[in-house]
């Protein structure tokens, strides 16, 4: 047998490495938006933390406050901290939100329609009383690289693309 390489390698080899650059963070925007009044304002509360009936608390803090409220849920992931989530059209709305929670970050996405979504991340504290209606507010909104997660209806079948049958 002969060694056709060209150089004999003393030592492990060293594959060659690439570092990949992390994901561009999403873009974010200085603006100043005046808050509306909360009872013209939707807002769902979801806990993306460990720490149960935290979610349910701030909920009833809001509507205390004179927000609208739907049912408080559980987040289906983690976040870093806690994010006000709303559609394009619904500044005003996020930035009364945002006022009720010290340091929350703000992300426009689609697909929320005129609901404001709270995420509670493990820096909440507690509720605060929204800033008055017509306070001019600066926010930083990021714009979210993620659409609101799809709630699909419980009664759906499953059709695999291999089924011919008619019903």
Do not use: W
């Amino acid at each position: 047998a002969q060694n056709l390489s060209a150089s004999p390698t003393t030592g492990p080899s060293r594959a060659s490495t690439t570092k990949k650059s992390p994901a561009p963070a999403p873009e974010a925007q200085h603006e100043q938006i005046n808050t509306t009044s909360p009872s013209g304002v939707t807002v769902r509360v979801s806990n993306a933390t460990t720490q149960s009936g935290l979610a349910a608390t701030a909920t009833t803090q809001l509507k205390h406050d004179g927000f609208n409220v739907m049912s408080p849920d559980d987040y289906p992931s983690s976040v870093n901290a806690t994010t006000v989530l709303f559609s394009p059209g619904n500044e005003e709305a996020a930035a009364t939100v945002a006022s009720s929670f010290a340091n929350a970050k703000v992300e426009r996405v689609s697909g929320y329609g005129q609901i404001v979504q709270v995420v509670l991340g493990p820096d909440f504290k507690s509720v605060a009383t929204p800033s008055p209606s017509g306070s001019s507010m600066s926010l930083q909104i990021e714009r979210g690289s993620s659409n609101a997660p799809a709630q699909l209806p419980e009664d759906l079948t499953v059709t695999n693309a291999a089924d011919t049958t008619c019903e």
